[in-house]
């Protein structure tokens, strides 16, 4: 029952996040202060795992390195929607998976193309999310306040919640 729950928590958080393509990646430095830098997150559907192209010679590297703890938060303003996910994360070499992950506008950044000895993956297990998912567009904002101010449930129109998705919980 809880791997369904957690396939279903899965295919919710992937909906959520489907069409932001930048995240803020936030890592621990050394010193233990937050660092967060806007990342384009691969284009592969959310399955409990994300990924980011990187360089070889970010800090990120050494960050995820010394402390692999790290969180990907995703904002939609437009559609009134936000992701906050937390993982573990490692930095991944493989050529297989570069391939996979390739795509033409990668090349801004990695010039030498899915051969620059530059190019770096970062694969996040997502461990837990929070979510906000309220009512999207200006009519759906001005109706929920509306509502807002003439119920008792603030909330009817959006949906927040937490869910933990390592496997075999």
Known sequence: MA????????????????DVDIAMFTTVGADGRLFSRPLGTQEVEFDGDLWFAT????PKIAE????????????S?????YVSVSGTARV???????DELWSPAMKIFF???KD??????????????????GPGGLLGKALYFVLSAVTDDPGAMSDTGTVDLKPGV
């Not at 360089?55 to 970010?58: E, P």
């Not at 303003?77 to 929607?81: D, L, M, Y």
């Open 111 to 113: 010039p030498g193309g």
């Open 3 to 18: 791997e369904l729950d957690r396939q279903q928590h899965i295919k919710q958080l992937a909906e959520l996040i489907r």
């Open 55 to 58: 360089g070889a010679d970010s």
């Open 77 to 81: 303003p437009s559609g009134n929607t």
């Open 64 to 75: 995820i390195t010394a402390n692999p703890r790290v969180n990907v938060a995703y904002a």
């Open 116 to 133: 620059d000895p530059n190019l770096r993956l970062i694969h996040v297990s997502a461990e837990s999310a929070e979510y906000w998912d």
């Open 92 to 98: 991944v070499h493989d050529r297989a998976k570069i």
